[in-house]
């Protein structure tokens, strides 16, 4: 098997990242549901062949408030190429003081492309008087058994989400990302990720987007998602 499947289904980003509570934990009981799809073109016009988009990422994303303290979850995908992604996980804050810098760590556990994953992560939130800053940082660990290679290793990618959110009028959402990321044996990237939530009943929200690659990405592309909260 060629490891560029893999490493590609690694690299992608969680798309409905954007609204992860990250460093926030979910109050006991709560559920939090979203799902997003990524169309992808070449940002030179001149590389299109037609209109269908050269790249298609879908996720499902699950949350739950275990405890007051203790969120569990699921990470759930497919790409267009048909590799799958399934990973739990479970989150508990570190550092949580009421008006103050907010630390969560999380441990996943799951498979990619059929082959098992660790994936800590560490995230840092702060809420301000209309919105919140996040950091949100992953390594991706996979249990590589290819044939091209004489002997099994391990494959580590590395993301970092950084987020500006701006609460509006009629609880509209204006979210500011940067998405980075270091795949195993590719450059680094970084892409500009805005969009828009738009509430459409007390507990599902619509979310639009676009992506533009700025570095080690020549994709643009467009965001359709969902929140839901119950």
């Known amino acids: 098997m060629c490891t560029r499947p893999l490493l590609a289904a690694l690299f992608l980003p969680l798309l409905a990242g954007t609204a992860v509570a990250g460093a ?12 997003a799809a990524r169309l992808n073109w070449p940002q030179e016009l001149e590389h299109w062949t037609s209109y269908e988009p050269t790249g298609q990422y879908y996720t499902l994303y699950l949350e739950y408030g275990l405890t007051d303290r ?29 008006g103050g810098l907010k630390i969560a760590a999380e441990l996943g556990l799951g498979r990619i492309d059929g082959h098992p994953v660790i994936r800590p992560g560490l995230s840092l939130g702060l809420g301000l008087e209309r919105g919140w ?17 004489i002997a099994p ?35 680094f990237f970084a892409r500009f990720a805005p969009s828009m939530v738009l509430p459409v009943t007390d ?28």
């Open 24 to 35: 926030w934990p979910r109050e006991k009981g709560q559920v939090f549901l979203s799902g």
């Open 70 to 98: 203790i969120t569990v979850g699921f990470d759930l995908g497919r790409s267009v190429s048909g590799n799958g992604k399934s990973v739990g996980f479970l989150r508990l804050p570190v550092r949580g003081k009421e």
């Open 133 to 149: 800053l996040a950091a949100d940082g992953f390594a991706e660990i996979a249990w590589v058994d290819d044939t091209d290679y």
């Open 153 to 187: 290793f391990l494959g580590v990618d590395y993301k970092l989400d950084l987020t500006w959110g701006r609460n509006l009028a009629k609880d509209r959402k204006l979210i500011l990302q940067v998405q980075t990321g270091k795949p195993w044996g590719e450059p």
């Open 203 to 230: 507990v599902f929200s619509a979310e639009l987007g676009v992506t533009w690659g700025a570095t080690g990405d020549s994709s643009m592309g467009v965001l359709f998602g969902f929140w839901s909260n119950f």
